[in-house]
Structure formats: C-alpha cells, structure tokens
C-alpha cells in the first residue's frame, strides 16, 4: 500500500473551504490551523474566531478550545506584558 504524503497546506485549504459553507467540524479543525501554525501562519485572532463561530452554534469541542484559548492568553499576559514562554 502507498504511504499518502502530508500536505499541511492543502489540509488548511480543505477545511477552510468546508468551514465557508458552514460545516462545524471544519470550523473547529480551521481553528485548530490557525491556532498551532498548521498549513497557515500561527494568528491567535482567528482562531477565536473560528472557534467562537462553532462554539455558538453548541459545538462541544469548539467550547472547549475557545476556553483553552482564553485559558493560554490569560497566561501569557502578567501585568499588561506578554510573557515570552521560551525563555529560562
């Protein structure tokens, strides 16, 4: 059998035109993209968004990445400064 290639873009791609016409899963999984760095540019605000959008339509997962979300950005944030995790 053939080991199928990863292709990250096209993936992005994939979701983001299912998301378009509304389909909650690839809302979420779109999130998911913009959240990691995955087949796109890494864009926090984005990922709110997509994550929101099936979040309010009671999507479960989606619920629970936008409370992740929020969670990570709460912690990056001490005193009005973004704190750089990577350092020691």
């Known amino acids: 059998m053939k080991k199928l290639k990863k292709d990250e873009v096209k993936a992005f791609e994939c979701y983001k035109k299912s998301a378009d016409q509304?389909?909650?899963?690839?809302?979420?999984?779109?999130?998911?993209?913009?959240?990691?760095?995955?087949?796109?540019?890494?864009?926090?605000?984005?990922?709110?968004?997509?994550?929101?959008?099936?979040?309010?339509?009671?999507?479960?997962?989606?619920q629970n990445n936008l409370d992740l979300l929020h969670f990570n950005i709460k912690e990056l944030v001490f005193d009005g400064t973004i704190i750089d995790k990577t350092e020691n």
Not at 37 to 59: L, Q
């Open 22 to 62: 509304g389909f909650l899963d690839a809302q979420v999984e779109l999130g998911y993209c913009y959240d990691k760095g995955i087949g796109t540019e890494v864009n926090k605000t984005k990922a709110f968004e997509s994550y929101k959008m099936a979040a309010e339509k009671g999507h479960i997962t989606a």
